[in-house]
Protein backbone atom coordinates (compact mmCIF):
# COMPACT_ATOMS: atom_id res chain seq x y z
CA UNK A 1 0.00 0.00 0.00
CA UNK A 2 1.06 3.27 -1.19
CA UNK A 3 2.29 6.26 1.77
CA UNK A 4 -1.56 7.56 3.03
CA UNK A 5 0.26 10.86 3.83
CA UNK A 6 -0.06 11.12 -0.01
CA UNK A 7 -4.01 10.90 -0.13
CA UNK A 8 -6.95 13.21 0.94
CA UNK A 9 -8.42 13.21 4.39
CA UNK A 10 -12.17 13.76 4.56
CA UNK A 11 -13.05 15.61 8.39
CA UNK A 12 -16.75 14.86 7.28
CA UNK A 13 -16.06 11.04 7.64
CA UNK A 14 -14.57 10.90 11.56
CA UNK A 15 -17.33 9.58 13.49
CA UNK A 16 -19.20 8.62 10.86
CA UNK A 17 -21.18 5.31 10.96
CA UNK A 18 -20.20 3.30 8.04
CA UNK A 19 -21.66 -0.31 6.79
CA UNK A 20 -19.73 -2.23 4.01
CA UNK A 21 -20.95 -5.65 2.75
CA UNK A 22 -18.52 -7.97 1.72
CA UNK A 23 -15.78 -6.28 3.84
CA UNK A 24 -13.81 -9.46 5.08
CA UNK A 25 -11.43 -9.27 1.70
CA UNK A 26 -10.38 -7.96 -1.74
CA UNK A 27 -11.67 -4.56 -2.23
CA UNK A 28 -14.23 -4.76 0.72
CA UNK A 29 -11.18 -5.54 2.90
CA UNK A 30 -9.80 -2.30 1.50
CA UNK A 31 -12.58 -0.11 2.10
CA UNK A 32 -12.57 -1.23 5.59
CA UNK A 33 -9.34 0.08 6.17
CA UNK A 34 -9.20 3.06 4.63
CA UNK A 35 -12.71 4.35 5.98
CA UNK A 36 -11.61 3.56 9.60
CA UNK A 37 -8.02 5.48 9.01
CA UNK A 38 -10.30 8.23 8.47
CA UNK A 39 -11.98 7.79 12.03
CA UNK A 40 -15.00 6.69 11.14
CA UNK A 41 -17.29 3.97 13.03
CA UNK A 42 -17.19 1.08 10.62
CA UNK A 43 -18.93 -2.04 10.42
CA UNK A 44 -19.21 -4.64 8.28
CA UNK A 45 -20.59 -8.24 6.76
CA UNK A 46 -19.80 -10.87 5.65
CA UNK A 47 -19.29 -14.87 5.53
CA UNK A 48 -15.66 -15.70 6.00
CA UNK A 49 -15.32 -14.84 9.54
CA UNK A 50 -11.27 -16.13 9.36
CA UNK A 51 -10.82 -12.99 7.33
CA UNK A 52 -12.49 -10.58 9.06
CA UNK A 53 -11.06 -11.65 12.51
CA UNK A 54 -7.63 -11.20 10.66
CA UNK A 55 -8.46 -7.44 9.31
CA UNK A 56 -9.68 -6.70 12.42
CA UNK A 57 -6.46 -7.55 14.31
CA UNK A 58 -4.38 -5.87 11.65
CA UNK A 59 -6.15 -2.40 11.76
CA UNK A 60 -6.59 -2.36 16.04
CA UNK A 61 -2.88 -0.81 16.94
CA UNK A 62 -3.71 1.50 13.66
CA UNK A 63 -6.63 3.18 14.03
CA UNK A 64 -8.95 5.55 16.67
CA UNK A 65 -12.39 2.93 16.53
CA UNK A 66 -11.81 -0.72 15.49
CA UNK A 67 -14.20 -2.28 13.07
CA UNK A 68 -16.76 -4.02 14.04
CA UNK A 69 -17.76 -8.01 11.95
CA UNK A 70 -21.00 -8.85 11.64
CA UNK A 71 -20.89 -12.15 10.45
CA UNK A 72 -23.96 -12.41 8.12
CA UNK A 73 -25.12 -14.33 4.59
CA UNK A 74 -26.54 -11.71 2.83
CA UNK A 75 -29.06 -13.65 0.42
CA UNK A 76 -30.48 -13.96 3.33
CA UNK A 77 -32.44 -10.85 3.55
CA UNK A 78 -33.81 -11.14 7.53
CA UNK A 79 -30.18 -11.70 8.67
CA UNK A 80 -29.51 -9.03 6.77
CA UNK A 81 -31.83 -6.49 8.37
CA UNK A 82 -31.38 -7.93 11.94
CA UNK A 83 -27.08 -7.22 11.09
CA UNK A 84 -27.92 -3.82 9.96
CA UNK A 85 -30.16 -3.39 13.45
CA UNK A 86 -27.11 -4.09 15.20
CA UNK A 87 -25.13 -1.59 14.18
CA UNK A 88 -27.45 1.08 14.13
CA UNK A 89 -27.56 -0.01 18.04
CA UNK A 90 -23.88 0.60 18.06
CA UNK A 91 -23.15 3.47 16.08
CA UNK A 92 -26.45 5.48 15.78
CA UNK A 93 -28.32 5.91 12.64
CA UNK A 94 -26.23 4.83 9.08
CA UNK A 95 -24.68 7.72 7.50
CA UNK A 96 -22.50 5.91 4.65
CA UNK A 97 -23.70 2.03 3.19
CA UNK A 98 -21.39 1.02 0.85
CA UNK A 99 -22.99 -1.99 -1.31
CA UNK A 100 -20.03 -3.97 -1.92
CA UNK A 101 -20.47 -8.13 -1.68
CA UNK A 102 -20.56 -9.73 -5.02
CA UNK A 103 -19.39 -12.84 -6.61
CA UNK A 104 -18.06 -13.34 -10.27
CA UNK A 105 -18.30 -17.12 -10.77
CA UNK A 106 -17.68 -17.78 -14.54
CA UNK A 107 -20.51 -19.84 -15.83
CA UNK A 108 -21.58 -20.97 -19.65
CA UNK A 109 -24.55 -19.37 -20.77
CA UNK A 110 -26.41 -22.91 -22.01
CA UNK A 111 -25.69 -24.56 -18.17
CA UNK A 112 -27.40 -21.32 -16.27
CA UNK A 113 -30.79 -22.90 -14.58
CA UNK A 114 -33.32 -21.06 -13.16
CA UNK A 115 -32.15 -21.71 -9.71
CA UNK A 116 -28.83 -20.69 -10.11
CA UNK A 117 -29.88 -17.52 -12.36
CA UNK A 118 -31.94 -16.60 -9.29
CA UNK A 119 -28.76 -17.28 -7.07
CA UNK A 120 -26.45 -15.26 -9.11
CA UNK A 121 -29.37 -12.52 -8.80
CA UNK A 122 -29.18 -13.03 -4.89
CA UNK A 123 -25.62 -12.67 -4.39
CA UNK A 124 -24.72 -9.89 -6.61
CA UNK A 125 -27.93 -7.68 -6.89
CA UNK A 126 -30.76 -8.18 -4.73
CA UNK A 127 -29.10 -7.29 -1.25
CA UNK A 128 -28.13 -4.06 -2.20
CA UNK A 129 -31.94 -3.28 -2.49
CA UNK A 130 -32.69 -4.57 0.59
CA UNK A 131 -29.28 -3.26 2.04
CA UNK A 132 -30.86 0.41 1.16
CA UNK A 133 -34.25 -0.26 2.09
CA UNK A 134 -32.63 -0.91 5.50
CA UNK A 135 -30.83 2.37 5.82
CA UNK A 136 -33.27 4.47 4.21
CA UNK A 137 -35.23 5.29 7.01
CA UNK A 138 -32.77 6.14 9.60
CA UNK A 139 -31.04 8.55 6.66
CA UNK A 140 -33.93 10.31 5.90
CA UNK A 141 -34.61 10.97 9.84
CA UNK A 142 -30.91 12.33 9.89
CA UNK A 143 -31.65 14.57 6.78
CA UNK A 144 -28.75 13.43 4.71
CA UNK A 145 -26.76 10.04 3.55
CA UNK A 146 -24.63 8.18 0.92
CA UNK A 147 -25.13 4.80 -0.45
CA UNK A 148 -22.31 3.83 -3.05
CA UNK A 149 -23.02 0.74 -4.86
CA UNK A 150 -20.33 -1.83 -6.38
CA UNK A 151 -21.04 -2.48 -10.00
CA UNK A 152 -18.77 -3.13 -12.37
CA UNK A 153 -17.00 -2.52 -16.18
CA UNK A 154 -17.93 -6.12 -16.98
CA UNK A 155 -21.46 -4.84 -18.40
CA UNK A 156 -19.94 -2.14 -20.30
CA UNK A 157 -16.93 -4.17 -22.32
CA UNK A 158 -19.38 -6.16 -22.07
CA UNK A 159 -17.64 -9.50 -20.53
CA UNK A 160 -18.46 -13.36 -21.76
CA UNK A 161 -18.74 -16.04 -19.62
CA UNK A 162 -20.64 -15.00 -16.58
CA UNK A 163 -24.13 -13.72 -18.14
CA UNK A 164 -26.01 -13.54 -14.99
CA UNK A 165 -23.30 -11.73 -12.93
CA UNK A 166 -22.95 -8.77 -16.14
CA UNK A 167 -26.90 -8.73 -16.19
CA UNK A 168 -26.74 -8.08 -12.15
CA UNK A 169 -24.24 -5.58 -12.38
CA UNK A 170 -25.99 -3.63 -15.18
CA UNK A 171 -29.05 -3.92 -12.69
CA UNK A 172 -26.83 -1.89 -10.39
CA UNK A 173 -26.40 0.78 -12.45
CA UNK A 174 -30.67 1.44 -12.87
CA UNK A 175 -31.18 0.71 -9.06
CA UNK A 176 -28.69 3.46 -8.76
CA UNK A 177 -30.18 5.58 -10.68
CA UNK A 178 -34.25 5.40 -9.31
CA UNK A 179 -32.81 5.18 -5.88
CA UNK A 180 -30.88 8.76 -6.05
CA UNK A 181 -34.32 10.79 -7.52
CA UNK A 182 -36.78 8.98 -5.08
CA UNK A 183 -34.42 9.79 -2.10
CA UNK A 184 -32.51 12.79 -3.34
CA UNK A 185 -35.83 14.97 -1.76
CA UNK A 186 -34.40 13.77 1.92
CA UNK A 187 -30.71 15.00 0.88
CA UNK A 188 -29.59 11.07 0.39
CA UNK A 189 -27.13 10.84 -2.08
CA UNK A 190 -26.96 7.50 -4.14
CA UNK A 191 -23.76 6.55 -6.32
CA UNK A 192 -22.33 3.67 -7.87
CA UNK A 193 -18.70 2.80 -8.40
CA UNK A 194 -17.88 0.36 -11.85
CA UNK A 195 -14.21 -1.32 -10.95
CA UNK A 196 -12.19 -2.41 -13.70
CA UNK A 197 -9.61 -5.44 -13.16
CA UNK A 198 -8.75 -4.62 -9.68
CA UNK A 199 -5.81 -7.04 -8.47
CA UNK A 200 -7.52 -8.68 -5.36
CA UNK A 201 -5.99 -12.02 -4.03
CA UNK A 202 -8.67 -13.98 -5.26
CA UNK A 203 -8.76 -12.32 -8.83
CA UNK A 204 -4.82 -12.95 -9.07
CA UNK A 205 -5.64 -16.83 -7.79
CA UNK A 206 -8.62 -17.53 -10.14
CA UNK A 207 -8.22 -15.79 -13.40
CA UNK A 208 -5.12 -13.32 -13.68
CA UNK A 209 -3.21 -15.82 -16.09
CA UNK A 210 -0.13 -14.36 -17.68
CA UNK A 211 -2.59 -14.04 -21.25
CA UNK A 212 -5.45 -12.05 -19.22
CA UNK A 213 -2.60 -10.25 -17.56
CA UNK A 214 -1.07 -9.23 -20.86
CA UNK A 215 -4.73 -8.31 -22.20
CA UNK A 216 -5.23 -6.23 -19.57
CA UNK A 217 -2.10 -4.08 -19.84
CA UNK A 218 -2.85 -3.48 -23.97
CA UNK A 219 -6.53 -2.38 -23.21
CA UNK A 220 -5.81 0.02 -19.66
CA UNK A 221 -4.60 3.86 -20.78
CA UNK A 222 -2.83 3.08 -17.26
CA UNK A 223 0.01 0.76 -17.85
CA UNK A 224 -0.04 -0.61 -14.01
CA UNK A 225 -1.48 -2.70 -11.78
CA UNK A 226 -5.31 -1.15 -10.10
CA UNK A 227 -5.08 -1.68 -6.44
CA UNK A 228 -8.14 -2.60 -3.92
CA UNK A 229 -7.24 0.74 -2.52
CA UNK A 230 -7.73 2.94 -6.03
CA UNK A 231 -11.11 2.02 -5.41
CA UNK A 232 -11.64 2.55 -1.90
CA UNK A 233 -10.13 6.40 -2.33
CA UNK A 234 -13.06 6.88 -4.68
CA UNK A 235 -15.50 5.42 -2.50
CA UNK A 236 -13.91 7.80 0.31
CA UNK A 237 -14.77 10.91 -1.82
CA UNK A 238 -18.37 9.69 -2.54
CA UNK A 239 -19.23 9.46 1.00
CA UNK A 240 -17.87 12.04 2.30
CA UNK A 241 -19.46 15.67 2.04
CA UNK A 242 -17.05 16.94 -0.72
CA UNK A 243 -19.23 14.91 -2.87
CA UNK A 244 -22.56 16.92 -1.63
CA UNK A 245 -23.62 17.87 -4.75
CA UNK A 246 -23.13 14.46 -6.76
CA UNK A 247 -25.81 11.58 -6.91
CA UNK A 248 -27.04 9.38 -9.32
CA UNK A 249 -23.88 8.93 -11.22
CA UNK A 250 -21.27 5.73 -12.10
CA UNK A 251 -17.56 6.42 -11.66
CA UNK A 252 -15.32 3.86 -13.36
CA UNK A 253 -12.35 3.09 -11.69
CA UNK A 254 -10.57 1.42 -14.67
CA UNK A 255 -7.07 2.65 -14.92
CA UNK A 256 -8.54 3.91 -18.52
CA UNK A 257 -9.80 0.48 -20.11
CA UNK A 258 -13.48 1.60 -20.75
Not at 60 to 86: K, M, W
Not at 149 to 176: C, D, E, F, Q, R
Request: net charge neutral; charged share 20%.
Amino acid sequence: MANTAEFARYPSLRNAPVVITGGASGIGAAMVEEFARQGARVGFLDIVEASAARLIENLRPQVEYVPLFQPCNLTDIAALRTAIEILERQFGEIRVLINNAANDERHRFLDVTPEYWDERMNVNLRHQFFAAQAVIPGMTRAGKGSIINISSIAWIIPSIGLPAYVTAKAGIIGLTRTLAHEFGPSNIRVNSVSPGAIMTERQRRLWMTPEYLTEIRERQSLKRELAPEDVARMVLFLASEDSRAITGQDFIVDGGWV
